[in-house]
């Protein structure tokens, strides 16, 4: 075992038998190699990039999200765009290099005052991620000319058959389609799954890494499924913290120059989740800079770490952890430093 991922760690390339055996090897040595790796290749900076989470009204039905258009238990929220500027102003004044515009798939937003919000944002000289749901290409080419620099749209599986099961109403294809055409249109993509849904398997697990290695994907986020209240898989068993370490890990491996971050929910399960996600391979946290009780109430699962802190405490501790973790933080916007060629 320690020869393949000895290959692995020197040549960035694997098969799934191969990920799939180191996926069931428990040794820390798979997370070590991992470090060595994101030491190598995107150093000690750790980029901190503010969330604003703007509305979370969605017209989608994923059986594991609190948000689910069906969920009609739970208050909506719609930030209007002098609000989301104010926001942002705020978290920018703090810092931040890098602003991130987050909702559910909220169709009531004009285009145009979208590219109003990202177009005001860069002029604030900051980077902009947006991470919205499926889009024409037309509306990501339109968010893409106003300023926007990257994009986020989690595939969740890269197995069409769970994809469909637990996205009732939506097409897998559709999903890869939007990644290519973000591609296409030059945006810095980012992509990731959930780990732990019922029905999934390690082979699924490596076919995802496969996926994302093969799209050629610049961000990585991937967290254990949290079942959620009042969902569909409410009473399902949770993904496991290890597990989603050793997909970090492998996909560090794998991708060497990509950024990944230590993510809410995996802080969520586990209290030192920032700091193990950050040992596994992660260059990046995202501290939520929206407003505090918006914050509680976009309840994707529940319980997310940090929730009830307001934004400038979240900073402060995200800059700790940094710290203690022996890192620093990022001085600059982050984007991926590509050290190996494209495939
Ligand atoms: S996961 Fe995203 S698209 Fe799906 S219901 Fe939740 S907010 Fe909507």
Known sequence: ???????????????????????????????????????????????????????????????????????????????????????????????????????????????????????????????????????????????????????????????????????????????????????????????????GLPGQTVEMLAEDLLFFKRLDIDMLGMGPFIPCPLTPLENEKGGQVPLVLKMMALARLLMPDINMPATTALATMDKNGYQKGLKAGANVIMPNMGRPDYRRLYALYPGKAGSMEDGLARLKSAREIIMKAGRKVGRGCGNRKRVLKKA
């Open 1 to 195: 075992m320690q020869r393949l991922l000895d290959t692995l760690e020197e040549t960035h390339l694997l098969d799934k038998a191969g990920l799939v055996r180191l996926l069931e090897w428990d040794s820390p040595a798979l997370i070590h190699a991992a470090d060595r790796v994101r030491k190598r290749y995107v150093g000690e900076e750790v980029h901190l990039r503010g969330l604003i989470e703007f509305s979370n009204y969605c017209r989608n039905s994923c059986f594991y999200c609190g948000l689910r258009a069906p969920n009609n238990r739970i208050k909506r929220f719609r930030m209007d765009i002098r609000e989301i500027m104010e926001y942002a102003r705020r978290a920018v004044g703090w810092g931040l290099k890098t602003i991130v515009l987050q909702s559910g798939e909220d169709g009531s937003y004009p285009i145009d005052d979208l590219c109003r919000v990202v177009s005001d944002i860069k002029d604030m000289d900051v980077a902009v991620t947006l991470s919205i749901g499926e889009r024409t290409k037309e509306e990501y080419a339109c968010l893409k000319r106003a300023g926007a620099n990257r994009y986020l749209l989690r595939i969740e599986t890269s197995n069409p058959r769970l994809y469909e099961r637990f996205h009732p109403g939506m097409s897998f294809q559709n999903r890869v389609r939007c990644l290519y055409y973000l591609k296409e249109l030059g945006y810095e993509v980012g992509t990731g799954c959930l780990i």
